[in-house]
Nanobody, 120 residues
Framework: QVQLVESGGGLVQPGGSLRLSCVVS????????MGWFRQAPGKQRDLVAH???????NYADSVKGRFTISRDNAKNTIYLQMSSLKPEDTAVYYC??????????????WGQGTQVTVSS
């Protein structure tokens, strides 16, 4: 059974930094692209950053130069280093992974989300 578990959220002051982690647990699958999304109250869930299995990255314009996505394939883990945080970065952050199971089924899996609050 595939599970994604995020960690690292919390309360931070404007200008501060946080590092999110997402671990994919289970066995017998191949992980393709992975990403971070966020959803603020009353808004849709938007892509923040994406990384392919080979490490090619893509960012939302609003976070370019401030956030860095990375992955450790050996640990089935991705990270989101967030710097120069702004109040508008406040949201629930979700991890996603494109996974092919041993039986050949493809699906996108989501974590439960971690709250990031940027406030003084």
């Amino acid at each position: 059974q595939v599970q994604l578990v995020e960690s690292g959220g919390g309360l931070v002051q404007p200008g501060g930094s946080l590092r999110l982690s997402c671990v994919v647990s289970g066995s017998g699958f191949i992980i393709g692209g992975m990403g971070w999304f966020r959803q603020a109250p009353g808004k849709q869930r938007d892509l923040v950053a994406h990384i392919t299995r080979s490490g090619v990255t893509n960012y939302a314009d609003s976070v370019k130069g401030r956030f860095t996505i990375s992955r450790d394939n050996a640990k089935n883990t991705i990270y989101l280093q967030m710097s120069s945080l702004k109040p508008e970065d406040t949201a629930v952050y979700y991890c996603s992974a494109a996974i092919t199971t041993a039986s050949g089924l493809f699906n996108t899996y989501w974590g439960q989300g971690t709250q990031v609050t940027v406030s003084s």
